[in-house]
């Protein structure tokens, strides 16, 4: 199969003004969006920014609060946010558009009702946004299956340039906004005090380190800042570098102010469970776990698809190609550790004979399909096989 090769513009018998200006304002643009897109790919391939793009103005303090956060890739760190209640934990991967499926298992398993109560709910990227809901039970299935069914593109993001992005997502900054409720903050605080545990993961893009946000402590001061936290790091775990602009975290440091720069969460954690340290053999701190369902919004095998030959195509098509390579290495990885550790692990995945048509990000009908997919599975209690990595029966 070859691309379609476009015939260059014919020669033109003589200048014309109008044509000329138009094609250097074009060429001016495109200039334009090749300097943004070679800054967010310098960022994915040195996992570190090159340039300094804009913060964002009056960010969240993240240091006004206890315990609210740790490096999700040291086990001392991570340690001070163990959860004190015992019970399964669910981990949500990132995934974008396919979270559908995720929230589908969610809802099926609810019917099924075998579903648990979960002592630790993780989420990252799209898992982020579904955590939260997922960490307070089945009565807000259905908040997630409107935000698979009843939303699209539009509701995401606008199609246009910002200092540090090719989109702008003020749709989903919004979206947040309306979703993420002073009462929602009450509700997880509540369950925080009783010992669960509700983490999302961003990347810390100036360390290159992926950053364990502690949502429960967050919501338990229950203020103004707390709100803005909670959904400022919400935002940033699903802000897609390059896609999306990155979000500033002030904090102190040897008595100075400055702002952290977080995106999405994918970047260094596909899915979080533990710090690695936490699973390698001489490892001296334990999490309290024994079961970790894991609900991964994606297809474990690579895909063949042509881009179009345009910068968010191209770019989009390279970081997904990423991603994947990331997300079965983090699967092979704790595939082999759990048994180590006497873990009973459950794996979830968008199956490789799923093929709907998909016509751009967040495409409302494939989401519905999606999500349909996932209700079935998690209804018929086929959803958690373990993952084509390890092989074995239905775990659920």
């Given at each position: 199969?070859?691309?379609?090769l476009?015939?260059?513009?014919?020669?033109?018998?003589?200048?014309?003004?109008?044509?000329?200006?138009?094609?250097?304002?074009?060429?001016?643009?495109?200039?334009?969006?090749?300097?943004?897109?070679?800054?967010?790919?310098?960022?994915?391939?040195?996992?570190?920014?090159?340039?300094?793009?804009?913060?964002?103005?009056?960010?969240?303090?993240?240091?006004?609060?206890?315990?609210?956060?740790?490096?999700?890739?040291?086990?001392?760190?991570?340690?001070?946010?163990?959860?004190?209640?015992?019970?399964?934990?669910?981990?949500?991967?990132?995934?974008?558009?396919?979270?559908?499926?995720?929230?589908?298992?969610?809802?099926?398993?609810?019917?099924?009702?075998t579903?648990?109560e979960?002592?630790?709910?993780?989420?990252?990227?799209?898992?982020?946004?579904?955590a939260?809901?997922?960490?307070?039970?089945?009565?807000?299935?259905?908040?997630?299956?409107?935000?698979?069914?009843?939303?699209?593109?539009?509701?995401?993001?606008?199609?246009?340039?910002?200092?540090?992005?090719?989109?702008?997502?003020?749709?989903?900054?919004?979206?947040?906004?309306?979703?993420?409720?002073?009462?929602?903050?009450?509700?997880?605080?509540?369950?925080?005090?009783?010992?669960?545990?509700?983490?999302?993961?961003?990347?810390?893009?100036?360390?290159?380190?992926?950053?364990?946000?502690?949502?429960?402590?967050?919501?338990?001061?229950?203020?103004?800042?707390?709100?803005?936290?909670?959904?400022?790091?919400l935002?940033?775990?699903?802000?897609?570098?390059?896609?999306?602009?990155?979000?500033?975290?002030?904090?102190?440091?040897?008595?100075?102010?400055?702002?952290?720069?977080?995106?999405?969460?994918?970047?260094?954690?596909?899915?979080?469970i533990?710090?690695?340290?936490m699973?390698?053999?001489?490892?001296t701190?334990?999490?309290?776990?024994?079961t970790?369902y894991?609900?991964?919004n994606?297809?474990?095998?690579?895909?063949?698809?042509?881009?179009?030959?345009?910068?968010?195509?191209?770019?989009?098509?390279?970081?997904?190609?990423?991603?994947?390579?990331?997300?079965?290495a983090?699967?092979?990885?704790?595939?082999?550790?759990?048994?180590?550790?006497?873990?009973?692990?459950?794996?979830a995945?968008?199956?490789?004979?799923?093929?709907?048509?998909?016509?751009?990000?967040?495409?409302?009908?494939?989401?519905?399909?999606?999500?349909?997919?996932g209700?079935?599975?998690?209804?018929?209690?086929?959803?958690?096989?373990?993952?084509?990595?390890?092989?074995?029966?239905?775990?659920?």
């Open positions: 199969m070859t691309r379609l476009h015939e260059a513009d014919p020669p033109q018998k003589c200048w014309n003004p109008v044509r000329l200006r138009r094609r250097l304002i074009g060429e001016l643009r495109l200039l334009k969006l090749r300097l943004i897109a070679g800054c967010a790919a310098g960022a994915i391939a040195c996992a570190a920014l090159v340039c300094a793009p804009l913060r964002a103005v009056a960010p969240a303090h993240a240091q006004q609060f206890a315990d609210a956060r740790a490096w999700g890739d040291s086990a001392s760190e991570f340690a001070r946010l163990l959860p004190q209640a015992s019970g399964p934990w669910l981990a949500i991967s990132g995934g974008g558009s396919d979270g559908a499926f995720g929230g589908g298992v969610l809802a099926g398993w609810t019917q099924t009702g579903r648990p979960f002592a630790v709910v993780s989420g990252v990227s799209i898992g982020a946004l579904i939260p809901f997922a960490f307070l039970g089945s009565r807000y299935d259905d908040a997630i299956r409107q935000n698979f069914t009843s939303i699209g593109a539009a509701d995401i993001f606008e199609d246009r340039l910002t200092r540090d992005s090719l989109f702008d997502y003020w749709p989903l900054k919004r979206l947040i906004e309306q979703q993420v409720t002073p009462k929602l903050l009450s509700e997880i605080a509540a369950e925080h005090a009783r010992g669960r545990r509700l983490y999302v993961t961003t990347t810390n893009l100036d360390s290159g380190r992926p950053m364990v946000w502690n949502m429960g402590a967050i919501a338990a001061r229950g203020d103004a800042s707390a709100l803005k936290l909670f959904r400022d790091v935002l940033a775990s699903s802000s897609i570098p390059g896609f999306f602009s990155p979000v500033a975290v002030a904090v102190d440091a040897n008595g100075k102010r400055f702002e952290e720069m977080h995106g999405d969460g994918t970047l260094t954690a596909p899915f979080f533990v710090p690695e340290a699973l390698s053999p001489g490892s701190t334990r999490a309290p776990l024994e970790v894991l609900l991964v994606s297809k474990l095998d690579p895909e063949f698809k042509m881009p179009d030959r345009n910068i968010p195509e191209v770019l989009g098509r390279a970081i997904a190609v990423a991603l994947t390579s990331g997300l079965r983090q699967l092979a990885l704790i595939s082999v550790a759990a048994p180590r550790h006497g873990i009973a692990l459950h794996i995945h968008v199956p490789g004979s799923f093929d709907h048509p998909s016509h751009g990000p967040f495409d409302g009908k494939y989401m519905q399909a999606l999500y349909a997919l209700v079935t599975a998690g209804k018929q209690g086929t959803a958690f096989q373990e993952a084509a990595l390890r092989g074995g029966k239905s775990a659920q």
